[in-house]
């Protein structure tokens, strides 16, 4: 069975700073997805970051890229410049290939960026 | 377009009382999906849908939970008879193909 592990429950940074969130996940499978979810206080969940598990290069979209290492089954999140809209719960998500649509989530991690 | 829309957005029941929660899904999105969220834990799967026929149920308590999705649009989840343990968040969540899920802002469920 696939886990999930988030080992940092909560987290602070100043704005305009850097922030690495850590994840680490195990399956036996060679094919799947890693995502990084996004839930606001009292907002609903949005999707940050995909990264295919057969793609060698790391996912980026603009202040958001992530480290993921296959062979040390990590997939970290790191935040540059982080603003106080990014205060949110940050969930770390595995998807098998051959099961599609059934995300398995971390516990995850409580974010907070200080102005 | 118009995201995930979930109803009602707050409950508050007592334990052997039932309850049903609304989804309605982002027009053509196929895939529906229920998930339950326990305070500080991350969101459980409980049901797959894909139009109206059940992909995945493996997780749902089928003893009291249950789901339909008619006309493969709108979708109700239900428990029946209701535990403290159910006190949780109800998300809905919608997908065109099966990879990227679009979340509704889910139903807080409070069973005392």
């Known amino acids: ?115 | 377009e118009a995201g995930v829309a979930q109803s009602p957005r707050y409950k508050i029941i007592e334990k052997r009382q039932s309850v049903a929660f609304w989804c309605n899904p982002i027009s053509g999105h196929a895939t529906l999906y229920w998930y339950q969220q326990i305070l500080g834990q991350g969101p459980k799967l409980l049901i797959q849908f894909q139009n109206n026929g059940v992909v995945d149920d493996s997780q749902l308590p089928k003893d009291r939970f249950s789901a339909e999705r008619l006309k493969g649009v709108d979708s109700t989840l239900k428990i029946q008879p209701a535990k403290l343990e159910d006190s949780a968040v109800y998300l809905c969540a919608s997908s065109l193909g099966q990879i990227e899920q679009y979340f509704g802002p889910g139903t807080r469920l409070t069973v005392t």
């Open chain 1, 1 to 115: 069975a696939q886990t999930v592990t988030q080992s940092q429950p909560e987290m602070s940074v100043q704005e305009a700073e850097t922030v690495t969130l850590s994840c680490t996940y195990d399956t036996s499978e060679n094919n799947y997805y890693l995502f990084w979810y996004k839930q606001p206080p009292s907002r609903q969940m949005i999707l940050v970051i995909r990264q295919e598990a057969y793609k060698q290069q790391n996912a980026t979209e603009n202040r958001f890229s992530v480290n993921f290492q296959k062979a040390a089954k990590s997939f970290s999140l790191k935040i540059s410049d982080s603003q106080l809209g990014d205060t949110a719960m940050y969930f770390c998500a595995f998807m098998n290939v051959l099961y599609t649509g059934k995300l398995i989530f971390g516990q995850g991690t409580t974010l907070q960026v200080k102005p």
